[in-house]
């Protein structure tokens, strides 16, 4: 049985031990959190009272002789946790995305898992949606030829959606504590994600930002476009964009996030377009109109899935269950350090772009430039105080207005199930 242990019992807690309950080969045996109430709150709700609270994480680490660790705490976080961990020997440490909030530390991170012989996973589940793993695979199987643009749009909704605590959204947009913004840099990473492993790429070759800051501090609505390395120079050039929508006056039940994801991929023989993701299962799901996979090929259109797990919290129990298998059987895990750097390497170049109102070519972000302040983000300087309260009471009272104008599902009950 393997031993897992826990740093951070915030929101995304609930949905990485899913993963843990569900195995027969782990078992948690510790967590910590500096804040103990919100611990024991977590273990009593997970039916797991009698596992151990510690609120030093060295401790625990020093204590309990772990086989797995799950860091899910803030971004500026990841690196003295995994240095820790990956130096006391716990032979595999999964750290929730990004995987820190400046590359230097991603750098670091690296090495030192390199260097003690720790496999490192930065957890990013999106990759592993039951959707978009029978997307890649049609793809893969060149169902619309070979892809040339990527399209994403995340829209942000006025929920109802899981209760979550402000405590969490402060330290989300701090430059320092998270990297970039709430958007773009914290949930940005698993569509950029997206957007380099079903196209089939790497990396890309440059990037344009135009972000703007929505009550001074959530940093959409924005527009990200970029160019993909081209092959060689019969290739035509591909392409990809990404939106951040405000859209807090559509009534949108999710059991998680107050967002969903929409995708559309066109190829040289066809089109794909990819309905939901953190919504998935909700009542737009169950609509004929919004199969999760819809292709174009031929004169023809076709679904796919409709019979797959399209609740979100089927990514992570996925994603876990890989982890456990990498850490028992051996593998690689999904995704590398290496991976996971790159992934906050892309996520990092609009927000530069931005600042500097240029394209910006991913070499330019480097540990090195980021010492010399050539390419390190800051912190918008329209930042207010009081901006984040503006914005969670313009999101309920857009709620309220969208009640009032008689949509449906205005008894909205929280459907989390473990
Ligand atoms: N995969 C996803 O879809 C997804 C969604 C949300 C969050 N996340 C990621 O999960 C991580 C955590 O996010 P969250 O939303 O749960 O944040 P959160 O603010 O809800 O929780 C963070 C927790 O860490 C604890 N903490 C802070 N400092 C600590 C310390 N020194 N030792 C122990 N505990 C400490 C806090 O008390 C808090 O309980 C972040 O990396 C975030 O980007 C991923």
Redesign the pocket.
């Known amino acids: 049985m393997l031993r897992v242990g826990i ?7 609930n ?1 990485n031990i899913q993963g843990y309950i569900h195995s027969q080969d782990t078992e948690l045996v510790a967590v ?4 103990i109430s ?2 024991g709150e977590k273990l009593e709700r997970w039916g797991l009272r009698t596992v151990k609270i510690y ?3 060295k401790k625990m680490i020093d204590h309990e002789d772990l086989d797995i660790i799950e ?5 500026h ?2 690196y003295p ?1 995994t240095e820790y961990a990956a130096k006391a020997g716990i032979p595999g440490i999964s ?4 995987l820190a909030h400046n590359i230097t530390d991603c750098e670091r991170m690296i090495k030192i898992c390199e260097e003690e012989n720790v496999k490192l996973k930065l ?4 990759r592993f949606y039951p959707p978009y793993l029978k997307a890649k695979e049609l793809l893969d199987n060149r169902i619309i030829g070979d892809p040339l643009s990527f399209r994403i749009n995340t829209i942000l909704t006025a929920g109802p959606s899981m209760p ?2 402000l ?2 959204l402060v ?1 989300r947009i701090k430059v320092d504590t998270c990297g970039g913004g709430p958007l773009v840099y ?2 940005g ?2 569509k950029f994600s997206l957007a380099l492993w079903l196209m089939d790429q790497k990396r890309v070759e440059k990037v344009y930002g135009w972000i703007d800051y929505f009550s001074s501090v959530m940093d959409a609505p924005s527009n990200i476009f970029w160019k993909y390395p081209s092959q060689n120079s019969d290739e035509a050039p591909k392409y990809g964009t990404m939106q951040f929508t405000m859209a807090t006056n559509v009534y949108y039940p999710s059991n998680y ?1 107050d967002c969903d994801e929409f995708i559309e991929i066109s190829g040289t023989k066809g089109i794909m377009w990819l309905n939901q993701c ?1 919504s998935g299962g909700n009542f737009v799901s169950k609509s004929p109109e919004h199969p999760p996979i819809v292709t174009y090929v031929d004169g023809e259109v076709k679904s796919y899935g409709k019979n797959l797990a399209r609740d979100w919290r089927h990514s ?1 129990i996925n994603s876990t269950k890989h982890f456990i298998k990498v850490i028992k059987e051996g593998g690689t895990p999904i995704y590398t350090g290496e991976q996971g750097r790159d992934l906050c390497i892309f996520a990092k170049m609009p927000y530069i772009s931005q600042q500097q109102k240029r394209t910006i070519y991913w070499n330019e972000i480097t540990a090195e430039n980021e010492q010399n302040q050539s390419c390190s983000v800051k912190q918008p300087v329209n930042l207010i105080e009081g901006g984040l309260s503006k914005y969670t009471r313009r999101a309920k009272s857009d709620l309220r207005k969208g009640i009032k104008q008689g949509l449906e599902h205005d008894i909205f009950k929280y459907q989390y199930e473990l």
């Open positions: 740093i951070g019992t915030g929101d995304i807690a949905l910590s959190d500096i804040d919100n611990a609120t030093d994480f860091i899910l705490t803030p971004h976080l990841h946790m750290v929730q995305k990004p957890f990013e589940n999106f979550r605590g405590k969490s330290w914290d949930d990473i698993h996030y953190t992570f």
